[in-house]
C-alpha cells in the first residue's frame, strides 16, 4: 500500500503561487495521484488527477516526476479562499478487490491578506 | 450535479447502541466508501463497495460493517458504539472510467459523538 507524506501546514500570500509535495515512495505501478480540497464542516472536493508528468486544470496544476515517487500540486495566485486542507491520494482502480485508497493526512494552507 | 446525501449532520449515541449511518447518492456511480476522519489523522478509510452487495475492506474495518443493497445507499453499521468510534464519518461516492475509479464526491459528513 502507498503510503503519502504531506508538511502539515503551510503559510502563503494573497496572489502567490504555492505548491505543496506529497511523497509516495511506495507508490505502484497502477496508481493515480489525487488531489482533494476541504474546507471546515464539509467533504473533501476534487481538484486534479495524474499519472505522469504534468496535467493542468482550470483551478491547479500537478506535477509528477519520472521516478513518480512524489507529486507536486502548484495553486497559481492563491486567494484568501484557498485557505483549506489539501490531501494527497495515491491509488489504483477498484476493478474488483484491486487496492485500498490511502489519503495522506494533509496539509493546512493558510492564505494571508 | 452530483449529490451524496448523509442522513444526519450530527448524532448522539450511548455506548454499545447499535447505529446506522445512511448515504445516498443520485449519480448512479457503482461506488462507494466510508471514511472517519479525526485530528491529525486525515481521512481514513472504512470499507468500499464497487457494487451492489460487494464490499471490500479499507484500512480500519474493525467495529463496522456494512450494507449495500440497492446502488444509490451505502450504510455503515456500528453494531455496539464504542467511545472511541467518536468522530465525523464522510460517505463518498465514484465512477469508472475504464477500469479505474475517478473523482470521488464525498457527503458534508455526519459528526458522531458516543458517550
Known amino acids: 500500500l502507498a503510503k503519502t507524506t504531506q508538511p502539515i501546514s503551510m503559510d502563503s500570500y494573497e496572489g502567490q503561487e504555492v505548491n505543496i509535495t506529497c511523497s509516495h515512495n511506495?507508490?505502484?505501478?497502477?496508481?493515480?495521484i489525487t488531489w482533494y480540497q476541504q474546507f471546515p464542516s464539509q467533504g473533501p472536493r476534487f481538484i486534479i488527477q495524474?499519472?505522469?508528468t504534468k496535467v493542468t486544470n482550470e483551478v491547479a496544476s500537478l506535477f509528477i516526476p519520472a521516478d513518480r515517487k512524489s507529486s507536486t500540486l502548484s495553486l497559481p495566485r492563491v486567494s484568501l479562499s484557498d485557505t483549506a486542507v489539501y490531501y494527497c491520494?495515491?491509488?489504483?482502480?477498484?476493478?474488483?478487490?484491486?487496492?485500498?485508497?490511502?489519503f495522506g493526512k494533509g496539509t493546512k494552507l493558510s492564505v494571508k491578506p | 450535479d452530483v449529490k451524496v446525501t448523509q442522513s444526519s449532520r450530527y448524532l448522539v449515541k450511548r455506548t454499545g447502541e447499535k447505529v446506522f449511518l445512511e448515504c445516498v447518492q443520485d449519480?448512479?456511480?457503482?461506488?462507494m466508501f466510508w471514511y472517519r476522519q479525526d485530528p491529525g489523522l486525515g481521512l481514513r478509510l472504512i470499507y468500499f463497495?464497487?457494487?451492489?452487495?460487494?464490499?471490500e475492506k479499507g484500512d480500519i474495518p474493525e467495529g463496522y460493517s456494512v450494507s449495500r443493497e440497492k446502488k444509490e445507499r451505502f450504510s455503515l453499521i456500528l453494531e455496539s458504539a464504542s467511545t472511541n468510534q467518536t468522530s465525523m464519518y464522510l460517505c463518498?461516492?465514484?465512477?469508472?472510467?475504464?477500469?479505474?475509479?475517478?473523482?470521488?464526491?464525498f457527503g458534508p459528513g455526519t459528526r458522531l459523538t458516543v458517550t
Open positions: 449519480m448512479d456511480h457503482e461506488n
Open positions: 511506495n507508490i505502484a505501478t497502477n496508481d493515480y
Open positions: 463518498a461516492s465514484s465512477t469508472f472510467i475504464g477500469q479505474r475509479s475517478y473523482e470521488q464526491y
Open positions: 495524474g499519472y505522469k
Open positions: 491520494l495515491v491509488g489504483e482502480g477498484y476493478g474488483g478487490s484491486q487496492g485500498n485508497l490511502i
Open positions: 463497495s464497487y457494487d451492489v452487495k460487494m464490499k
